[in-house]
């Protein structure tokens, strides 16, 4: 209906409306334009009012019907119509009145404005109303309309219409003077030059305006309302754009107005940050004004330098505004002004001021800014972490103006630019880690070296001691902790000057209640966030004491010093937090650990360790479980809230406002976990917790709620997008964590338990979010950081993708499922992101977790075993990406698929060319051998298939710089060797590991990777002997060398250690070489057209290694000592004559290799039926070849000797004579009276070879006195001694005895060192002086007689004493204790023989130079028993001719 009509005085009069809808019947035409213009004019003659009629034209539907029938052709027609009715009545009017046109129609439209702009005061209130409501917006519109066309037409004049507006001093409406200018009726550009008072009317109405807020209605009113929010920002946005443009416009030729618009504008900024400051009136006023500062300013009104200009004066005024803080109060109230503590409205605005210009421009413009002017430090400081937050680019370039900045101040001694340079650095290291370096990183970067900005000169120096002194009243204790700790480097010459700052910091720490005492060891140097309690400080001191602890096992240096130089700290602070009553757990864990090693130190007092385990025992009692503390909910449900709040930003992909709600909660994090919000973490490993019942509920709930976070993020990111075309939010949200250790380290502990305990519990959605988040967290901490695990697992810190990688055990069928799940999602996850070049994925990748897929996919996937072609970086590479994602994010896709998709992708096959991705063969190894065979994913036949393929198909053929063997079998031979000795080292380990978390007891695939060892070797003697290459000798050295190497490798140490690490090493070979041909071990030579036996390689072995892993020492195992026989006659029968070469290679055993000859003799009983059956299946002859039938001859004389009969002696070597003799010996238990009566009868004064053989049989029999002595469940030590004694009477009169105790001295003897270990010879002096003292004073009177008994007796009395300062003499036995000695009456007793002996000796006993050796080694070990040789002894009287020999 047509709104003119509530105006009409005579309401039966028809409007020009009704009128004009009665003809609409008739088509018009263009010919009859003319006619109803006379006729429209004809009507207005006779009765129409003037002002009826603009109401008329103000009508939103006129010409409705016209419009309706005839569209554009009749709106046309109406427009020229109406606007020329408009126009001709006016000049009528006018000329009528006897005034111009102008003012007439000025005059109509003011009146017209009026109607519709009254009534603006809202309903039910006084609150004035700053927009037209949508029914006066639609008249005001065609009223413009109207007006415009008046203008086209000569009737309006603006200016006029603008003067008549501000008559009587009326406020303009500002919508109205909106819709002047943009109906270019009167532009607001000249509105403002040629009104005096716009600053009085159009500053406050823009106030009001962005103060104003639509009424709220009904479902109704809400269309209106958006309508009103849009036409809202027009206006603003448009006067804005109009001031911009003439008040920043360098052409501008007005400086006047200029100035104006520039003003305005600050009154708005100021009013602005008036708000912003005054948080309770900040609301949507101020948020619709920072909304102003955008680009789209940039338009017609202003240029784009007119912009950026605005943007740079904006930012200067708000940094200069208020300068009412000094720089002692920016000092202090500093770390109030972080980016998580300021206002949300002045952050904002920094961002919006800082959009268009580069970070470049930005800080140098704040260098200008502060060099130049007074600052509002607060704003200052807010701009800049603003820009540090939002812009990750800001942060080389703030370490570059700081740089600048301390240049310049110590070439001029610019204090103000020192000062700057110390907030800014403050400020941003207030950031954290993620952000910027911390404060004392920064300051030691800075001053910490010899190379730094105050080291040139004294002067230098002097002036930043008197700046650190200055701030000393007005720092933080924090930073003075800082500088304190971490002081500036000082030459020595000036440390005078350091020590006076040190001393001044100190008293202002104490002045705080901040006393050095409180300090704490591990003082936090982060320099940010208020000081900790002593309390707290005390807990994080006791936190990485037991970290050090567990590392290294020992307590660290910096807790001993504070027991003795920090006492009062360490008693009252330290040992109560280390002290603090909790529930024990049953295994001692690393806190324990550490109470119990002070404990032992004595560091700990009695009293207070007294009540520490009664109060934790009394807690046991009261509480069965762990009870985690009672904490404030209020940080989960903020965190929570933040949390949601970034998850949809992450859908949005804003990523300012991404960072600025990371940065929140990265501030929330650090109320739930206190403590040093900024320490870098990249200085000592993080100790890993793996015991969740030390885990806080509120710990456990706030990690929890991290990992489901990201793992929604992850999902709700990649419902369209592959992860390379996401934001950078995950990198970000990982970053967050290293701010803080005990989080950091709180995170890394629970995916340890989720991998390793609860992997089957995990969904696929888990699983690829977990992948997710660790391969950006194995991102971070790829460079520096370590993480060290319990012991059990691993004693030395181990990167984080070592730990994952330990985490995700493949030893079960269920473990490797998790494992392949995880590692192909991350490994996915890691190809999407840098889809680029493989150089690039390599952070984004890990090799831990890569290296697992080429160790499970090709074991649990067959089809994957053949050799994909080499792939290469296609063209539709984005395409490759899309559905290698599309297949883990697809729910309907199984792993298989995915994996199978995965090792055909041409990235996948990429990396494997990079040798940090190669599964080398002993890595696969490592993996395979600790395999449960029992739970394992395949079969017995698919296990020895795929092990099979691995080796052969495999391995062999792989290049050796791709980890394989390149064709060499020995060298796949080899590294089987290798992986299977290796594992029987850590086995001890992996049992503690297994039983810890659980898994079953059940054989490894050693048996397995035995049998490929057996299959190749098999080969490589099959190809050998049908001609294809090789021969046994190459075949039987490589065996041995492979043991040799791996036994040289362990015995390098004389420790008990390694000496047990030796024996498990042999043990495991033995093992392996019983599973082998024993043929292999004789290498068979070709001479002279016949074939001979070598064992040299054997010999070799059992005198290098074997000789020094026997248990007990002197005897080789019996299946041992059986399989290397077995050998020599296997080897034997491929001869020509094999008796021959048999006994011929036998008989050399007495020299070259008595080990085996002694324990042959030994075993001989068990081993004469097994080698006569062998060698009558070999040969089908009924007796073994001569020499080895002389054994069965010696025991049978041995046998009879001991009955007291008189059998003629073998034609064997003395050795062996003696080791019959030695073993008839210990068999006749009941016989040993008779026995030794029996060796009188070889007369070893008459014949050389009896002699020999008695010594030999000493040597044995004081072997088994060592052993005896060593292991007292030996029981023939007595025994041993009644059989030295006989042995010693016969012996006594010859020199022959004395040589088995000297070492280097031995002759024929020498074969006794060739039988023990090198540690029983070394005891052999021990035995001499535990045995001759021990003897008759006759028999003693006896041997002094000796030739050389003084220097072999004072020679053993030394060695014994070397042995017993090095505490290596053997324990006394705890049995028949009053029938041995302690070690030190021994050599007491010794030492007195030696002294009579000495005494009552001939000048001629010694040679000089055996003298000179003596004296030598007695003089600093025992200078009594030098005094008395030299004393008793003639130097001149000594024999010369001797000295020759």
């Given at each position: ?29 263009q ?7 006379e ?11 003037l ?14 019907h016209?419009?309706?029938?005839e569209n ?9 119509i109406?606007?020329?009715l408009?126009?001709?009545?006016l ?17 109509v439209l ?8 009254e009534g ?9 109303r ?9 008249q005001?519109?065609v ?27 009326r ?6 003077v ?10 607001l550009?000249?509105?403002?030059e040629?009104d005096e008072?716009v ?7 823009l ?8 009424p ?23 006067v ?8 920043f ?14 003003s ?16 309770q ?12 500062f ?10 784009a ?11 200067t ?31 904002s ?11 470049e421009?930005l800080l140098?413009?704040l ?6 002017h007074?600052?509002n430090?607060?704003?200052v400081l ?7 937050v ?5 942060q080389?370039?703030?370490?570059e103006l ?9 070439e001029?001694y ?12 403050r400020?941003?290291a ?8 911390s ?7 800075s001053?910490?070296g ?8 004294k ?6 001691l008197?700046?650190?002194?200055d701030?000393v ?13 971490h002081?500036?480097y ?5 440390r ?8 001044l910091?100190?008293?202002?720490l104490?002045?705080l ?6 300090m704490?060891?591990y003082?936090?140097v ?11 400080q ?7 004491a ?16 504070a ?6 700290y360490f ?7 280390l002290?603090?009553p ?19 130190a004595?560091?700990i ?6 009540s ?18 009672d ?15 970034f ?21 929330t ?17 993080i ?7 030390l ?25 369209a ?6 934001s950078?939010w ?31 519990s995990?969904s696929?959605?888990?699983?690829l ?6 391969v ?18 691993r004693?030395?810190p ?14 079960t069928?269920?473990n ?11 490994v ?5 992101t ?11 990748v890990?090799s831990?977790?890569y290296k ?18 080499a792939?290469?970086m296609?063209?539709?590479q ?5 559905s ?7 729910g309907n ?17 990429q990396?494997e ?5 190669q ?24 296990r ?8 052969t198909?495999?391995y ?33 380990r992996?049992?503690k590991l297994?039983c ?18 057996q ?5 490589m003697?099959?190809t050998?002997?049908?001609g ?9 050295d ?6 040799s190497?791996r ?6 140490s ?5 000496q ?5 090493t ?36 059992v ?21 290397f026989l077995?050998g ?12 021959e070469?048999?006994n011929?290679?036998?008989?050399q ?5 008595p ?9 001989w009983?068990?081993?004469s039926?097994?080698l ?18 002389l ?26 004579l ?5 073993g008839a ?7 040993q ?13 008459r ?6 053989l008695l ?6 029999c004081?072997n ?20 030295f ?12 005895w004395l040589l088995i105790?000297?070492?280097?001295e ?21 035995a001499?002086?535990s ?5 008759s ?7 002094a007689?000796?030739p ?12 014994v ?6 505490g ?7 049995e028949l204790?009053e ?30 130079s ?7 080694r ?14 008793h002894?003639d130097l001149h ?9």
């Open positions: 209906m047509s709104l003119s009509a509530s105006y009409e005085s005579v309401s039966h009069k028809r409007t020009l409306s009704s009128l004009l809808a009665g003809r609409v019947i008739k088509r018009p035409k010919e009859d334009g003319q006619q109803l213009q006729a429209a004019i004809q009507l207005m003659e006779q009765n129409q009012n002002c009826s009629l603009i109401r008329e034209m103000g009508s939103p539907d006129p010409f409705h016209l419009q309706k029938e554009k052709p009749a709106e046309d027609v109406s427009s020229e109406s606007g020329s408009l126009a001709w009545e000049r009528r009017q006018a000329a009528r009145r006897g005034v111009s046109v102008a003012a007439l129609s000025v005059k003011l009146q017209r404005l009026q109607e519709i702009t603006s005061e809202e309903r039910g209130g006084s609150r004035r700053e927009l037209l409501t949508s029914s006066q917006r639609v005001l519109c009223l413009m309309e109207s007006s415009r066309e008046l203008l086209s037409q000569g009737a309006l004049c603006p200016k006029l219409l603008w003067q008549e507006s501000r008559r009587d001093q406020l303009p409406n500002l919508e109205v909106f819709r002047l200018h943009s109906h270019n009726i009167l532009t550009k000249h509105i403002v040629t008072g600053r009085s009317w159009l500053v406050p109405q106030k009001a305006l962005c103060g104003w807020t639509p709220q209605g009904g479902e109704e009113e809400e269309e209106e309302e958006e309508e009103t929010r849009r036409v809202q920002q027009e206006v603003l946005t448009t804005a754009a109009v001031l911009v443009g003439a008040g416009d360098p052409t501008a030729a007005d400086r006047k107005l200029s100035l104006l618009c520039c305005m504008l600050d009154d708005l900024l100021f009013w602005l940050l008036d708000a912003v400051d005054s948080v009136s900040a609301g949507t006023g101020a948020e619709l004004w920072i909304g102003i955008d680009a789209s300013l940039c338009g017609v009104s202003a240029s330098e007119a912009l950026q200009r605005f943007f740079t004066h904006s930012l005024q708000t940094l200069t505004y208020k300068p009412r803080l000094t720089v002692s109060d920016a000092i202090r109230l500093q770390v109030e002004w972080t980016f998580a503590k300021a206002g949300r409205l002045l952050t605005l920094f961002r919006k001021l800082a959009v268009i210009s580069s970070v421009q140098g413009h260098q200008q800014v502060l060099q130049t007074e600052v430090w607060k704003h807010c701009f800049l972490s603003t820009l540090l939002y812009c990750p680019s800001a080389p370039r703030l370490r700081l740089s600048r900045l301390l240049s310049s101040t110590f001029g610019d204090l103000e630019n020192l000062i700057t340079a110390f907030l800014l650095a400020q941003g207030l950031e954290g880690p993620g952000v910027f370096p404060y004392s990183d920064w300051f030691k970067m001053f910490g010899g190379s730094g900005f105050h080291a040139s000169s002067k230098s120096l002097v002036f930043l008197k700046f650190l002194s701030l009243p007005f720092e933080p204790p924090q930073y003075l902790k800082v500088h304190i700790l002081p500036p000082v030459p020595l010459k000036h005078s000057l350091l020590m006076e700052y040190v001393s910091a100190k008293t202002r104490a002045d209640k901040e006393s050095v005492e409180d704490g060891l003082e936090d982060s320099g940010a966030g208020a000081s900790l309690q002593p309390q707290c005390a807990a994080q001191d006791v936190e990485k037991v970290s050090l602890f567990q590392s290294t096992g020992k307590i660290s240096a910096t807790v001993m010093e027991s003795i130089f920090r006492r009062p008693l009252s602070r330290f040992l109560s937090a002290l603090k909790r529930l024990l757990p049953v295994k001692p864990d690393a806190r324990m650990n550490f109470i119990e090693a002070l404990k032992k004595d560091k007092p009695g009293v207070q360790y007294s520490y385990v009664e109060s934790c025992l009394k807690q046991r009692q009261q509480n069965k479980s762990a009870v985690s503390l904490c404030n909910d209020d940080p989960l449900e903020v965190l929570r809230l933040q949390l949601q709040e998850t949809e930003l992450v859908v949005g992909g804003n990523d300012g406002e991404m960072s600025a709600q990371l940065s929140r909660i990265s501030h994090l650090g109320v739930a976990f206190p403590g040093r919000p900024d320490e870098l973490i990249g200085r000592a490993a100790a890993l917790n793996t015991d969740a019942s885990w806080t509920e509120l710990h456990l709930k706030v990690v929890n709620m991290i990992l489901r976070s990201f793992c929604q993020c992850l999902l709700n990111a990649s419902h997008n592959p992860p390379n075309r996401h950078l995950a990198s970000r949200y990982v970053s967050v964590l290293f701010g803080n250790r005990q989080l950091l380290c709180t995170v890394i502990s629970r995916l340890w338990d989720l991998f390793h305990n609860q992997g089957s995990l696929a959605a888990h699983l979010g977990l992948a997710a988040f660790v950006q967290l194995n991102a971070f901490m790829a460079q520096s950081l370590l993480v060290q695990l319990p012991p059990p697992v004693r030395q181990v990167t984080f993708g070592e730990a994952l990688s330990l985490a995700l055990a493949c030893n069928s269920a490797m499922l998790v494992c392949v799940r995880l590692c192909v999602a991350a996915c996850y890691g190809i999407c840098r889809d680029s070049l493989p150089q690039q994925q390599q952070e984004y890990p831990s977790l697992k897929l080429l160790y499970l996919i090709p074991r649990l996937v067959p089809e994957a075993r053949g050799a994909p072609p792939g290469c296609s063209e539709h984005e395409e490759n990406l899309l290698l994602w599309s297949s883990i994010t697809d896709s199984t792993w298989r698929q995915t994996a199978c998709h995965l090792w055909r992708h041409a990235a996948f096959k990396l060319q990079m040798p940090q991705y599964l080398c063969l002993s890595e696969w190894l490592h993996n395979e051998l600790r395999v449960q065979r029992s739970e394992d994913a395949l079969t017995d036949a698919k020895q298939e795929y092990q099979q393929w691995a080796c198909e495999l062999l053929t792989l290049p050796g710089e791709q980890g394989g063997c390149g064709g060499d079998v020995k060298n796949l031979c080899s590294n089987l060797l290798n992986a299977i000795m290796e594992q029987q080292l850590s086995d001890a992996l049992e297994n810890e978390v659980g898994e079953s007891e059940t054989g490894t695939c050693l048996p397995d990777i035995l049998s490929r060892l299959e190749l070797v098999y080969e003697e099959l050998k002997l049908s294809g290459g090789g021969n046994g000798a190459d075949l039987c490589f065996l041995f060398e492979a043991a190497q036994c040289s490798s362990t015995s390098s004389q420790s008990i250690s390694s047990l690490s030796l024996q498990r042999m043990h495991t070979w033995n093992r392996v070489l019983l599973s082998l041909p024993a043929a292999l071990l004789i290498r068979l030579k070709a001479e002279g057209g016949r074939t001979t036996l070598d064992c040299s390689s054997l010999m070799e072995h005198n290098q290694h074997q000789r020094k892993a026997c248990s007990p020492s002197g005897l080789l195992p019996r299946h041992i000592t059986a399989h077995k020599l006659l296997c080897a034997g029968v491929q001869c020509g004559r094999p008796a070469e048999v011929r290679v036998w008989a055993m007495s020299v070259r290799c080990l085996l000859l002694v324990s042959t003799v030994h075993w009983q068990h081993l039926p097994l006569a059956s062998l060698w009558r299946r070999l040969r089908d002859a009924e007796f073994l070849p001569e020499q080895l039938q054994l069965s001859d010696c025991q049978l004389w041995a046998c009879s000797l001991g009955k007291a009969e008189a059998p003629q002696t073998p034609p064997a070597a003395a050795l062996l003696a080791a019959s003799l030695h010996w210990r068999g006749g238990e009941g016989n009276q008779s026995f030794t009566s029996a060796l009188k009868s070889l007369q070893p004064e014949d050389a070879k009896h002699q020999q010594v030999f049989l000493l040597f044995l004081v088994d006195f060592l052993s005896a002595l060593l292991s007292p469940q030996e029981k023939s030590r007595g025994n041993a001694k009644d059989l004694t006989a042995l010693l009477t016969g012996l006594v009169n010859s020199a022959d105790f000297r070492s280097n031995q002759g024929v003897y020498q074969p006794v060192t060739m039988v023990t270990s090198d540690e029983r010879t070394r005891l052999m002096p021990w001499f002086c045995l001759l003292p021990q003897q004073a006759e028999l003693l009177q006896r041997a007689g000796c050389g008994f003084l220097h072999t007796a004072v020679s053993c009395y030394i060695s004493l070397q042995l017993f300062l090095e290596q003499t053997p324990a006394p036995a705890t204790p029938k041995q000695l302690e070690p030190s009456q021994i050599l007491s007793r010794t030492k007195q023989f030696l002294l009579n002996l000495i005494s009552q000796m001939s000048p001629s006993a010694l040679t000089s055996q003298f000179r050796q003596l004296e030598a007695c003089a600093d070990l025992d200078p009594e028993l030098a005094a008395a040789l030299s004393g002894i009287s000594l024999s010369p001719e001797m000295d020759f020999l």
